[in-house]
């Protein structure tokens, strides 16, 4: 995309359960499919284990040697490189971790959290990429109630692994998402409060903020001088029933189990009934001269090939964002 | 800014996934939209049809140059060729029986006319009847064929439509020698050659070297892949070889396919250095089986067209 | 008579509006999923062990889990299978200093198992991937074989038999590191479980296998294969199954032209006496375009149809009747 604004695409939707998006041919097709849609750079989400072939700083090292083969291997598609990479500590990696469930919301786990982001800072810094992106907090069914003591702990373990990034030359963004223990406008700002904001930012997901009830175009307004890394995605509906609180909300909530039955919440940019309003946050961001990546993302979509397609129509239409 | 001597248009096969299972493009409006935008993002610059879509085109949408306007709102340029598949019978539509020529006539003015509210380059054909319907392919039924298409030509040409001939691996005329023949006996003035790359290349012949040859006649091509070449009798099953072949469940796949057969280097050099200018059309037919999709595979091979291909010629 | 013990092993991939997902994407699709593979007429039903928590959430518990089992014509949950295909520095079968780690998993695995109607066997892969666990030698496979002793003794006292489930690409793949490693396990602690395709693509004909340890085998997955492993695709890294350069898919559904020689196997079930439960297993059915769905019914129709005979022709020859 030809733009002041550095655009990147997320390949997380191509990687859509435990045994697929492995063999280095499908990995090719997706990186393909990312550059003919415009994008030459784009966006990782770790995982686990040996079917998360590229989403393990040590399992992508594993397959292509070093991080500039790995690079190579990008630019076989011509994409150029990676913005960012997504990683939520509190996920249980199976094997990598021995399936331990870590909280950041845990004082006792805070040790093991900040040695175990030592690889993807590593891995970030190692393939030129800018931001470390994190959910910064498991989900609020899982975590106790937090007050402001809770809050300042969880920005401590961040401050703490926002050092580690700084040292390495990489950015350390929290993204915050609709099922998080914080949750509201106020939480999330008392968060961004209790990081430094030298080596800590926000990662804003115009779809999470919307689902999660917050405007993503007042807050982003509000708070453009802690905002380091854009995900761009809309969604059609908003948490308006607390389903967050929901056991098992990643289920019961995102994918329709229970609550109001919605399957599908997140969808590309343009779709009909899009809640967000994409092209004010999109000139907001022009406005403050936002200088870091936006991510878009087919997230927990369709087709992800479909999906990067009409996204990119969007940019290219909607917002007259020549391709090249 | 460079001269652009050549643009890509997408034709019209397509599948997606909806909640009632695989759907075309002409599904709903929605699903239309949604294929456009998708072939404009890529980067291609107009689409082809077929001409049986019309019938959607008029119930749907208004006609064809209704139609049209929705292809130019989502960005692409207009729609370039259409491909009239006849539903050939030897008993009143097959070209190589004379009797049969005053239909297929009247059926291209029909045609024609209905197209005549939009401008379209071409008018594609399979210039002959499926290969068991013809065969044994003789010498006279080519010049009866080569006849019937000179006339059809004067009537598209009289629409300022080209017609154009897309030789099916599973058609009458496919072998080198038989579409040699066919073209010697044809009016350049009013039949042009349609290079299908993954057709030619099935039936054994090289289609750059078949280009090369009849350059001047060539009006247009489907840039598409494939991995086997047929053997034994694959181009002579019903109803449908390219369904009902013994040897090969999928024939085609998108350019720049693993174990592709085409040489689209030496094919695009060919088109470069023949001067040509204009369309190249990217097909894709049943890209959806064995796994495969259309969304992906449109992605891949506009990927390819830039990367590979425009390095070459553009 | 019938075979009635046929019990179905749970991977399953279906449609959602957000791409292709296992079944457990949420109740309803986890329901219509049961539907189906009862209407095929399975009686049984073998998981994972890290479904098991998706299973208590959607249906509130474990055992609410079987009684929709049992409310759709299921007999039980049949089978538990647990697995560490990856070594890590937490787990690793052939690292004696895991292994407590690993008996504590099983612990937990059993403890979600607790009211069930009686899970019958504990099916476990003995190693993780050949190439991390490599060389293998006779104190590597004695290692396993600790390992494997003590977690069949604990399973035991749950009433689940401890059964390993031999994968092409693990490290205990040819005949005779198999031998060594029904030397070195208990009889009455660890028990074998015959994948047909798993050991056909590492080069061990099942059916002889069973003949040898018939006494040990305690169930069956019945899937088939395309491939026998020729260059030695067993020890790609990260996973075989998937990155094996010369083959892109490993497993089939019975009755599509594979090597597996299933009513030769049927027959040599019956006339050995085993009258246990027999499970059919499609893994990465989808590859190539392929519906697991479709590849449950087909298989099944080839139980009912070409087993179903040699089940009968076999009975008749013993004369034999179940």
Redesign the interface.
């Known amino acids: 995309m030809r733009d002041t604004l550095r655009w990147a695409y997320a390949l997380n939707?191509w990687n859509?359960?435990l045994?697929?998006f492995?063999?280095h041919?499908d990995q090719q097709?997706a990186l393909?499919?990312v550059?003919?849609?415009?994008f030459d750079t784009i966006e990782l989400a770790s995982g686990t284990?040996?079917?998360d072939?590229i989403s393990r700083p040590e399992?992508i090292l594993?397959?292509h040697g070093s991080h500039a083969g790995f690079l190579d291997f990008l630019r076989r598609?011509?994409v150029q490189g990676v913005s960012s990479m997504f990683w939520d500590p509190q996920a249980p990696a199976?094997?990598?971790?021995?399936?331990a469930f870590r909280s950041t919301a845990n004082p006792a786990d805070a040790d093991a959290i900040v040695e175990w982001s030592k690889p993807f800072v590593d891995f970030v810094a190692g393939v030129g990429a800018e931001q470390l992106v994190v959910r910064p907090v498991g989900s609020a069914w899982m975590t106790p109630p937090l007050d402001g003591d809770g809050i300042k702990r969880i920005g401590d373990v961040w401050n703490r692994i926002g050092e580690l990034t700084s040292a390495s030359g990489v950015g350390l963004a929290l993204h915050y998402d609709c099922l998080g223990a914080v949750h509201t406008a106020e939480e999330l700002t008392a968060l961004l409060d209790a990081t430094d904001p030298a080596s800590v930012g926000l990662a804003l997901d115009t779809a999470e903020f919307t689902v999660g009830g917050i405007d993503p175009v007042t807050y982003y307004r509000e708070h453009a001088d802690r905002v380091t890394h854009i995900h761009l995605k809309d969604t059609r509906y908003a948490d308006t029933g607390d389903e967050y609180r929901m056991?098992?909300a990643e289920?019961?909530m995102l994918?329709?189990?229970?609550g109001r039955?919605i399957?599908?919440w997140f969808y590309e940019l343009g779709t009909?009934g899009g809640l967000v309003d994409v092209r004010a946050f999109v000139a907001a961001l022009r406005e403050h001269e936002y200088s870091g990546w936006v991510v878009v993302e087919s997230d927990?979509?369709?087709?992800?090939?479909?999906l990067?397609?009409?996204?990119?129509?969007?940019l290219?239409?909607e917002l007259g964002i020549p391709?090249s | 800014m460079n001269q652009q001597n050549i643009k890509w248009s997408y034709m019209d096969h397509w599948r997606s996934n909806g909640p009632s299972g695989p759907v075309d493009q002409w599904h709903s409006h929605k699903t239309m939209s949604a294929f456009l935008k998708q072939i404009k993002a890529t980067g291609f610059d107009a689409i082809d049809t077929f001409d049986f879509r019309i019938w959607q085109m008029y119930g749907d949408y208004g006609g064809p140059a209704k139609y049209q306007e929705m292809v130019q709102d989502n960005g692409l340029e207009r729609i370039v060729n259409t491909f009239h598949a006849a539903d050939y019978d030897v008993r009143n539509y097959a070209p190589h029986i004379p009797a049969t020529h005053e239909y297929i006539l009247e059926d291209f003015r029909v045609t024609m006319g209905r197209w005549s509210e939009i401008q379209l380059d071409n008018i594609i054909v399979m210039p002959a009847t499926l290969y068991y319907d013809m065969e044994p392919v003789t010498e006279d039924k080519l010049k009866y064929t080569a006849e019937c298409w000179n006339k059809v030509g004067e009537i598209t040409a009289g629409f300022g439509v080209k017609l154009t001939c897309h030789h099916e691996f599973f058609c009458g005329i496919q072998s080198e020698a038989d579409i040699e023949t066919f073209y010697s006996y044809t009016d350049p003035q009013y039949v042009s050659l349609f290079v299908d790359t993954a057709q030619h290349c099935i039936a054994g012949v090289d289609p750059v070297a078949l280009y090369n040859r009849h350059a001047h006649r060539v009006s247009g091509f489907h840039f598409k892949d494939t991995r086997n070449v047929a053997t034994g009798d694959d181009h002579r099953h019903r109803p449908d070889s390219e369904i009902m072949a013994p040897t090969t469940g999928k024939w085609f796949y998108e350019m720049g396919t693993d174990q592709g057969l085409v040489d689209f280097a030496a094919m695009m050099t060919a088109v470069r250095d023949n001067g040509y200018r204009g369309w190249i059309s990217v097909e894709h037919d049943k890209a959806n089986k064995e796994g495969g999709d259309y969304s992906e595979s449109t992605a891949i091979s506009r990927w390819y067209a830039k990367n590979v291909l425009e390095e070459i010629y553009r | 008579m019938v075979w009635t013990k046929w019990s179905y092993m749970d991977h399953w991939v279906t449609e959602t509006p957000q791409g292709p997902q296992p079944p457990s994407f949420n109740r309803a699709y986890m329901d219509r999923y049961v539907k189906q593979l009862s209407a095929l007429g399975f009686t049984g039903f073998d998981t994972f062990f890290f479904y098991l928590p998706l299973y208590a959430g959607m249906y509130g518990g474990v055992p609410g889990f079987e009684r929709f089992l049992q409310d759709n014509g299921f007999d039980k949950i049949t089978g538990i299978f647990s697995a560490y295909p990856s070594a890590t520095k937490y787990t690793a079968p052939h690292v004696r200093e895991t292994h407590d780690r690993i008996v504590a998993d099983c612990t937990n695995t059993l403890r979600m198992c607790e009211a069930l109607t009686g899970v019958e066997n504990f099916i476990v892969m003995p190693t993780s991937t050949y190439y991390q666990t490599e060389p293998v030698t006779d104190d590597t496979i004695k290692v396993v074989a600790d390992l494997w002793n003590r977690v069949g003794k604990l399973t035991l006292e749950h009433g689940m038999k401890t059964t390993c489930h031999f994968e092409f690409w693990g490290a205990i793949r040819t005949r005779a590191q198999l031998e060594t490693f029904f030397e070195y396990t208990d009889p009455e602690y660890v028990h074998f479980f015959c994948d047909t395709a798993q050991h056909t693509i590492a080069g061990v004909d099942p059916v002889q296998l069973f003949r040898d340890y018939r006494d040990r085998c305690t169930g069956f997955h019945f899937k088939d294969t395309k491939n026998v492993d020729e260059h030695e695709a067993y020890r790609t890294p990260p996973d075989p199954e998937l990155m094996a350069p010369q083959v892109t898919r490993w497993f089939y559904e019975m009755g599509e032209g594979g090597l597996v020689d299933f009513p030769g196997l049927m027959k040599e079930i019956v006339a050995s006496g085993y009258d246990g439960w027999l499970t059919v297993e499609h893994d990465k059915a989808e590859l190539g375009g392929g519906s697991y769905a479709e590849a449950t019914a087909v298989a099944k129709w080839y139980i009912d149809n070409v087993l179903a005979g040699a089940q009968a022709a076999a009975e008749a020859e013993l004369g034999v009747a179940r």
């Open positions: 939707q859509v359960r045994d697929v492995v063999r041919e097709r393909k499919t550059s003919a849609c415009g284990g040996r079917w072939n399992v594993l397959n598609a011509s199976e094997e990598e971790e021995g399936y056991p098992g289920s019961t994918k329709g189990g229970a039955r399957e599908r009909e927990h979509g369709g087709n992800p090939a479909e990067a397609m009409l996204n990119s129509w969007y290219q239409h391709k």
